[in-house]
């Protein structure tokens, strides 16, 4: 499998709360993604990155931010979370040449 | 923006048996990457099988293999000898090459295959 972590994996926490999912990968690679992902739908891209500094949105408006000030870490922050925000939050990273894509194991985020 | 298509949102198969996942993109680009990832209950999303565009020998990983139809732009997964571990969501995606900063990845609806003992 693939070194590339998310934490935390479960969360539930109360709307208007500020909650950052953390995710790291140990191979180097340059390029970071943010998926959402409700259960057993289709992956929206939220949030990606070329390397360190650089972030960008993605095709699906999200109201979360990103950060990319290490080439292995790359968090996604709600500033306020809202019921609308439940969902699964899958992490990626590519090499440069970016053949292959590698998933975390996702962060399941429950907002009540 | 590229679209991929999987028009099978569920699927089932025998023990044992073989089954094929269909996907379909549309592209105009003559030189790309397409993927098939499977996403098992509650776990990691993983790498299936990967093809270059630009190879016309359909790729193979072991009981994996892929029927890829360039002219009509057709990608499926056949999986043979089919194992209850192979119960799971499986995404087909696409990728253009060379890889430009902007380019990224693109991803089916997924298609959910249940393994009956």
């Known amino acids: 499998e693939a070194d590339i972590y998310q934490t935390p994996r479960y969360l539930v926490i109360g709307t208007g709360k500020k909650i950052t999912l953390e995710c790291s990968q140990t191979?180097?690679?340059?390029?970071m993604y943010w998926y959402q992902q409700d259960p057993g739908m289709e992956l929206h891209l939220i949030h990606y990155?070329?390397?360190?500094?650089?972030?960008e949105k993605g095709d699906l408006s999200s109201e979360s931010t990103v950060s990319r000030i290490r080439t292995e870490h790359f968090p996604l922050t709600l500033e306020s979370a809202r019921p609308s925000h439940t969902s699964q939050y899958l992490c990626?990273?590519?090499?440069?040449?970016?053949?292959?894509?590698?998933f975390g194991e996702g962060s399941w985020l429950t907002v009540v | 923006a590229q679209t991929v298509t999987q028009s099978q949102p569920e699927m089932s198969v025998q023990e044992a048996e073989t089954v094929t996942l269909s996907c379909t993109y549309d592209?105009?680009?003559?030189?790309?990457?397409l993927f098939w990832y499977k996403q098992p209950p509650s776990r990691q999303m993983i790498l299936v099988i990967r093809?270059?565009?630009?190879?016309?020998q359909n790729a193979t990983e072991n009981r994996f293999s892929v029927n890829f139809q360039k002219a009509a732009k057709s990608f499926s997964l056949k999986i043979s000898d089919s194992q209850l571990g192979d119960a799971a969501m499986y995404f087909c995606?696409?990728?253009?090459?060379?890889?430009?900063?902007?380019?990224?990845?693109?991803f089916g609806t997924g298609t959910s295959l249940t393994v009956i003992p």
């Open positions: 093809q270059e565009a630009y190879k016309q």
């Open positions: 191979m180097g690679h340059d390029k």
């Open positions: 990155s070329y390397g360190v500094n650089s972030t």
């Open positions: 592209t105009s680009e003559s030189d790309y990457y």
């Open positions: 990626a990273s590519s090499d440069r040449i970016g053949n292959t894509i590698y």
């Open positions: 995606a696409y990728r253009s090459a060379p890889a430009n900063t902007g380019n990224q990845f693109y």
